[in-house]
């Protein structure tokens, strides 16, 4: 057996790297952790947890509620509240941002007997919510066991192949749960961690409802049960009196509001109808950032870099986009630090991995061959798509969603201009959310699209999905033996520095080839009152973890 270490209480002191040893060094047995603990607020006492009230914050409506059978952040984000997940990355004020530390949750702990066999220890005495069918019956293995065998049989989970290493998973007994590999994979805890499509779910809800897509149908074991839906209003819940973690949730219920309107959240937030910023991840746009300051001076607020990259996607299979100089003419022609300063404020030009996971995310500057590929060069890229035997240009479509704010609209329009200025003359083609999301999201589009890619929490996870062939989520159709060598042998490298040199490795190595041209990672500023306490924002879909967590002091 691996050996085994105790997972305790996170110091305050530790650092990036050991935090980032603690949650991915593999062959951990992980111990229950005191998770209702307060904890110290960025050098402030958070004090004691008070319990009651109403977090008002801004949400979203989901698609439907079935994370098996879409990808789309809107469903998993409203899940989080009512579901559990096996294990989860750690929430407090402690963990700094783009610090993603793998923890227990329905699991109390786990070991790795060999590099094809995980075994987990459920808690015992976990409660589904007391709705029926389920009227508060313990959760057991079986439980678990269906949740993935659905997961990896539903042929409509695009996700599926997230768990494509996993044989099998058996009950072993009532609280006990193995999977079986068919090959190593060492990023197996972090990917359960994950809250894209890992909620647990129970048999009879399925059995009850045929699919999980009604409101009705989102019982779980989490923090707070689903009271009311709204759509495209709000969804409301209230707190699980029988959560199992002790003494949480500490406030009495949540109000997630649909508040698309990017001007009408920040009036709400201006006068104290939220609780929390209004933008994504509970932030504030920077362009509204130095008057909210001026105005607001005593709300919190906190800078971090985010994990999700922007860029151009492109049908690598296809012409022009199969020649690695066009790839690398498009490249120089974005105006990266224009797109910054342009739309964004703040923010990081970006490798293939986003540069808020600093421990595994290279600077620009550190790759290599690659790095000159990132400069602003409209005569080399002129020059390069010539020799491609473009000298007059090309037409073709860019598609980008108006469903994710004015940043992005306003960030395609500069791509836009920045690829006529070199003789790339492309159809602007905008389109609502939910279209976007069920076609171009899945890769039926023709050219280009300019969009955030999914973020990294790891790296295995967003870089296997977008470079393995045939992969659902290989919006870029991209093939490249040598890519799917490197992404195959982390996957199966225990040794934490040596999987870090073979991602760096693959960063440089992409650089290079440019199967997407990736831009830029954005500045995010989180905000959020000073009476909501134990707080910490994160890149996760786990809100209903962050909420169970804090306390409301007014």
């Given amino acids: 057996m691996h050996t085994q270490r105790a997972y305790s209480h996170l110091a305050e002191g530790l650092s990036r790297r050991e935090l980032l040893q603690m949650g991915l060094t593999a062959g951990l047995t992980v111990s229950v952790l005191p998770l209702s603990r307060p904890a110290p607020l960025w050098g402030a006492e958070a004090g004691q947890p008070r319990r009651g009230g109403i977090l008002r914050v801004r949400g979203y409506d989901p698609v439907h509620f079935d994370h098996h059978l879409t990808n789309n952040a809107r469903t998993n984000t409203t899940l989080s509240f009512v579901h559990s997940t096996l294990l989860r990355y750690k929430v407090?004020?402690?963990?700094?941002?783009?610090a993603y530390i793998v923890e227990p949750h329905l699991a109390e702990r786990w070991e790795e007997p060999d590099d094809l066999t995980y075994v987990f220890h459920l808690r015992r005495g976990v409660k589904w919510h007391n709705k029926p069918p389920l009227n508060g019956r313990e959760l057991v293995a079986d439980d678990v066991k269906f949740t993935f065998d659905r997961f990896l049989s539903e042929k409509a989970n695009v996700l599926r192949e997230t768990l494509e290493p996993v044989e099998r998973v058996e009950a072993v007994d009532r609280y006990t749960v193995k999977f079986i590999l068919k090959e190593p994979f060492v990023w197996l805890p972090n990917r359960l961690a994950d809250?894209?499509?890992?909620?647990?779910?129970?048999p009879e809800i399925v059995e009850k409802f045929g699919d999980l897509k009604k409101p009705e149908s989102a019982i779980g074991t989490g923090p707070f049960l689903l009271e009311r839906y709204e759509p495209n209003v709000k969804t409301v819940f209230k707190r699980n009196p029988e959560y199992f973690l002790p003494g949480q949730p500490y406030v009495d219920g949540v109000e997630w509001l649909v508040l698309d309107d990017e001007s009408t959240g920040l009036a709400m937030y201006r006068t104290g109808q939220i609780d929390c910023g209004p933008a994504p991840w509970w932030s504030?746009?920077?362009a509204d950032l130095e008057s909210l300051k001026k105005s607001h001076p005593r709300l919190m607020y906190r800078d971090f870099q985010s994990i999700v990259t922007s860029g151009i996607t492109m049908r690598t299979d296809q012409p022009p986009f199969n020649d690695v100089r066009v790839r690398r003419a498009i490249s120089h022609a974005i105006d990266r630090q224009g797109i910054i300063e342009g739309v964004y404020l703040r923010?990081?030009?970006?490798?293939?991995?986003?540069r808020g996971l600093a421990e595994w995310s290279l600077p620009v500057d550190q790759l290599g061959a690659g790095a000159k590929y990132y400069q602003h060069d409209p005569k080399e890229a002129r020059r390069l798509l010539a020799e491609a035997g473009y000298a007059k240009g090309f037409k073709t479509q860019l598609t980008a969603t108006s469903g994710?704010?004015?940043?992005?609209?306003d960030a395609v329009q500069l791509v836009q201009n920045y690829l006529k200025a070199v003789g790339i003359e492309v159809e602007l083609k905008l389109q609502e959310y939910g279209a976007y999301m069920a076609t171009t999201a899945q890769g039926k589009y023709e050219g280009m699209v300019y969009a955030p890619t999914t973020g990294a929490r790891e790296p295995d996870g967003p870089l296997y999905s977008r470079y393995i062939p045939d992969h659902l989520l290989n919006r870029g159709y991209v093939n490249d033996p040598k890519i799917t060598a490197m992404l195959k042998e982390q996957r199966r490298t225990r040794d934490l520095e040596a999987r870090k040199k073979i991602i760096d490795e693959f960063q440089r190595y992409e650089a290079e080839q440019q199967h997407y041209v990736y831009a830029n990672s954005i500045t995010i500023t989180a905000t959020w009152q000073p009476y909501v306490k134990n707080y910490a924002p994160s890149q996760t879909f786990d809100y209903g973890s962050r909420v169970a967590a804090l306390w409301l002091d007014r």
């Fill in 404 to 409: 994710l704010g004015r940043d992005l609209v």
């Fill in 92 to 98: 407090g004020p402690e963990i700094a941002p783009g």
């Fill in 347 to 354: 923010g990081e030009p970006t490798p293939a991995i986003g």
């Fill in 195 to 202: 809250t894209s499509g890992m909620w647990i779910i129970a």
């Fill in 284 to 286: 504030v746009r920077q």
